[in-house]
T-cell receptor, first 113, second 114 residues
Framework: GDSVTQMEGPVTLSEEAFLTINCTYT??????LFWYVQYPGEGLQLLLK?????DKGSNKGFEATYRKETTSFHLEKGSVQVSDSAVYFC????????????FGKGTKLSVKP | NAGVTQTPKFRVLKTGQSMTLLCAQD?????MYWYRQDPGMGLRLIHY???????AKGEVPDGYNVSRLKKQNFLLGLESAAPSQTSVYFC?????????????FGNGTRLTVT
């Protein structure tokens, strides 16, 4: 079945450091790919998405590129801030799934000043 | 614009007790979902609905029941709570069930079963 694998956390970085959170997927066909962010005590919010190969999603300085050849959707940010501390989830939605998302296990990011 | 609202926010139950979690959305969305979030497990789908009066099982449906009597509401019931149901429960909705569209999530209900 479809699945998402993302790097284990927690990840601790200093402010202004470069961030990469790896995400790979297994799916039949061409799914849509998402990154969601969960701030403490809150629900999940969409951070960015890509719906076809080579698409780049971007938002708030975060970027991720849909790489079909490596089945990857790695999240990157050039300079993290303390306010980026949160849990990040990679997810996919397959055609015919009726909108259901398959999630990775989440990566907790802590940014220190 | 409230979006997706879940009640209650917190609840503690004893083993064997029952309860209902309420999810309400004001976006006129057709599709609604219940997920549970457990440490190290990500989110897993419990049940979902593709429209008023419909329900379907997800990945982990055992021990839960759902109802969608009104389009805007999706109820999750636990008839006899067990400690294994201690979790954070999230409701989500989407307009048309398209695989290109992101889900809108509520802020969650933290349930502890002792």
């Amino acid at each position: 079945g479809d699945s998402v694998t993302q790097m284990e956390g927690p990840v601790t970085l200093s402010e202004e450091a470069f961030l990469t959170i790896n995400c790979t997927y297994t799916a039949t066909g061409y799914p849509s790919l998402f990154w969601y962010v969960q701030y403490p005590g809150e629900g999940l919010q969409l951070l960015l998405k890509a719906t076809k190969a080579d698409d780049k999603g971007s938002n708030k300085g975060f970027e991720a590129t849909y790489r079909k050849e490596t089945t990857s959707f790695h999240l990157e940010k050039g300079s993290v801030q303390v306010s980026d501390s949160a849990v990040y989830f990679c997810a996919l939605s397959a055609r015919g799934s009726q909108g259901n998302l398959i999630f990775g296990k989440g990566t907790k990011l802590s940014v220190k000043p | 614009n409230a979006g997706v609202t879940q009640t209650p926010k917190f609840r503690v139950l004893k083993t064997g007790q029952s309860m209902t979690l309420l999810c309400a959305q004001d976006m006129n969305h057709e599709y609604m979902y219940w997920y549970r979030q457990d440490p190290g497990m990500g989110l897993r789908l419990i049940h979902y609905s593709v429209g008023e009066g419909t329900t379907a099982k997800g990945e982990v449906p055992d021990g839960y029941n759902v109802s969608r009597l009104k389009k805007q509401n999706f109820l999750l019931g636990l008839e006899s709570a067990a400690p294994s149901q201690t979790s954070v429960y999230f409701c989500a909705s989407i307009g048309d069930g398209s695989y290109n569209s992101p889900l809108h999530f509520g802020n969650g209900t933290r349930l502890t079963v002792t």
